[in-house]
DNA sequence: CTATTGATGGTC
DNA sequence: ACCATCAATAGG
């Protein structure tokens, strides 16, 4: 089993963290059960300045959690509907977090379920609102580094879903895994690569 | 395959 | 009023 990645991982840039989630494993011990997806798709979002990122509003009772400190799980409601997950990164009050958007079911999930989109991801892995704050170096909500030895094929686009963030709406500061068929789009999008 | 629309709730 | 979504449906 590979390490659990520390606090260090996430001392960095949201995009620096975003590209290198891809094919980490995200855990999730309940209980009895634990629920494994293999991250396939994230998106970087890059504090105040950046009109998509949440920090935009300044501290408020939502982004308490995004503006404090690195390494810990940023969970919000979207759309009334759907919980997504983030982790917080660089430094504490720097806004910087990175939305996971999908993934591949490695274990715990049940058969046919997918992981693919943020809503879905945080259903099948039964994140919700209450883990918001949850260290994400602690036993309950963690993520353990690639296999040795792995370098996915890393697609780089612009992010989903954030046209009304004017200059920084085209910037690419999405990563999905270019082998992967978990992403929570198509192919056809990509606008470059690297990783 | 694409396009459209309804469900739903917290923040601003 | 807005929104970092999804599922169901209708149409080509």
Redesign the pocket.
Known sequence: MEAKLDRSFFLRDARVVARALIGTHLVHVHGQTERVVRIAET?A?CGPRDL????R??L????KT?LGPPGHA?V???????D?F?VTCRGEGSGH?V?V?GGEPVSGIEAGI?C??????GRAMGITRALDRVDLTGDVLFLRARAKGERPTIAVTA??????AGERADKPWRFVDAKSRHA?RPSKRFIGRGG
């Open positions: 998106e979002y998509a990122c949440h920090a509003a300044g408020t009772k939502r982004t995004l940023y919000f409601l979207i759309y009334g509907m759907y997504c983030n977090a939305l958007r997918r693919d989109g943020p809503g879905r991801l992010r989903v879903g954030v046209a009304y929570s």
